[in-house]
């Protein structure tokens, strides 16, 4: 059964950059079998798909956060990383990391439990 | 506003059979990309119902099925039970906005 934990600051202050970590637990991300994701979750726009990041590093991202989002991935760690810059309080959201198998794309089988991320001065 | 459109709400009594849709697009579900659907429950996170159209992961009861026609797809739950009561969400991929994509939630109340 794989695990996902994300990791990393609760608030950030606007206009500076976001950073959060997942570790993979129960399962290989070397394993090249899975798209690992990103998705968030605010009251204001639901849940809404950040991007993903391959194992050989090849990322896809939302064509709406593209300019402002980085994923990559860490293998000798099985951890992968999203990097969301010139935050505003619009970024307040629940964060997850989820895992999006390669033979079944753009669906997410396993969740982390998530982390709130809050947009504040 | 949500590329997926669900109502806001349903609601039915236990044992009875509830149905939340999912509408579209021609970019979408119209456009023969798979829809999925996610439970979720306060304070947690979405948890995977039905993937590929109509398919359960191992765990989930056969009382949850899913369909799918056109731009629209369907959620049904039979015999309803209290522990149903939870947040429903559909998802699919759309070509145009080259990104996956989710209905707005249609939180299920059982009477």
């Known amino acids: 059964q794989v695990h996902l934990q994300e990791s990393g600051p609760g608030v950030v202050k606007p206009s500076q950059t976001l950073s959060l970590t997942c570790t993979v637990s129960?399962?290989?991300?070397?394993?090249?079998?899975?798209?690992w994701t990103w998705i968030r979750q605010s009251a204001g726009k639901g849940l809404e798909w950040i991007g993903r990041?391959?194992?050989?590093?090849?990322?896809n991202y939302n064509p709406s956060l593209s300019s402002r989002v980085t994923i990559s991935v860490d293998t000798s760690k099985n951890r992968f990383s999203l990097k969301l810059t010139s935050v505003t309080a619009a970024d307040t959201a629940v964060y997850f990391c989820?895992?999006?198998?390669?033979?079944?794309?753009?669906?997410?089988?396993?969740w982390g439990q998530g982390i709130l991320v809050t947009v504040s001065s | 506003q949500s590329v997926l459109t669900q109502p806001p709400s349903v609601s039915g009594a236990p044992g009875q059979r509830v149905t939340i849709s999912c509408t579209g697009s021609?970019?979408?579900?119209?456009?023969?990309?798979?829809v999925q659907w996610y439970q979720q429950f306060p304070g947690t996170a979405p948890k995977l119902l039905i993937y590929?159209?109509?398919n359960r992961p191992s765990g989930v009861p056969d009382r949850f099925s899913g369909s799918k026609s056109g731009t629209s797809a369907s959620l049904a739950i039979t015999g309803l039970q209290a522990e149903d009561e939870a947040t429903y969400y559909c998802?699919?991929?759309?070509?145009?906005?080259?990104?996956?994509?989710f209905g707005g939630g249609t939180t299920l109340t059982v009477l």
């Open positions: 990041v391959y194992t050989s590093g090849n990322t």
């Open positions: 590929g159209n109509t």
């Open positions: 998802q699919s991929y759309d070509s145009s906005l080259s990104a996956s994509v």
């Open positions: 989820t895992r999006e198998p390669l033979r079944d794309p753009h669906q997410f089988d396993f």
């Open positions: 021609s970019s979408d579900i119209g456009a023969g990309y798979d």
């Open positions: 129960g399962g290989s991300i070397s394993s090249g079998t899975d798209y």
